[in-house]
């Protein structure tokens, strides 16, 4: 299923299963995705006031690299930052299990989550995700054969 992937991404992690995932907030209700620092540190009120949920979205390192690199932080990327997105694949390949790397802690918010908003195939029903969304927490896999280069190949 074609699922619209709208996230404040807090941290990235690799699983026992030599998966990863990103963990974040989503925005469900609105569509609200925040981009500038501001809106970022306003995070812990959208939590507290129901406008979003946890999502765990898993993939390989290749679809959560793809996701990465859609994100505000790397989109229109110059040299310093595409150095700086190699250089947390290089982080994320050598990261061992239950290990995350952060982004932003969401205890202590600093503005500096990555927002991502894109498509991609998942494995997950639009019925799963809506069981889900009653607990406060989605979890999402990408399908195993989604890639973002082959999405752009296809549409």
């Given at each position: 299923m074609e699922f619209a992937i709208s996230i404040s991404a807090f941290w990235v992690a690799k699983n026992v299963t030599e998966?990863?995932?990103?963990?974040?907030?989503?925005?469900?209700?609105?569509?609200?995705?925040p981009y500038?620092?501001?809106?970022?540190?306003?995070l812990a009120n959208d939590?507290?006031?129901n406008k979003c949920v946890i999502l765990y979205?898993?993939?390989?390192?290749?679809?959560?690299?793809?996701?990465?690199?859609?994100s505000d932080k790397y989109r229109?990327?110059?040299i310093t930052e595409l150095n700086g997105f190699n250089e947390l694949i290089d982080k994320l390949k050598k990261l061992?299990?239950?290990?995350?790397i952060f982004f932003d802690d969401i205890n202590n918010l600093k503005g500096t989550t990555f927002?991502?908003?894109?498509?991609?195939d998942i494995v997950n029903t639009m019925d799963d995700i809506q069981n889900q969304l009653k607990t406060k927490k989605v979890m999402i896999e990408i399908s195993k054969d989604w890639s973002w280069l082959k999405y752009l190949r296809v549409k």
């Open positions: 998966e990863y995932s990103i963990l974040g907030l989503w925005h469900y209700k609105d569509y609200y995705l500038s620092r501001e809106e970022k540190l306003e939590i507290k006031n979205v898993t993939g390989s390192l290749t679809q959560i690299s793809d996701l990465l690199m859609q229109n990327a110059g061992t299990p239950t290990k995350q927002s991502i908003d894109t498509l991609c």
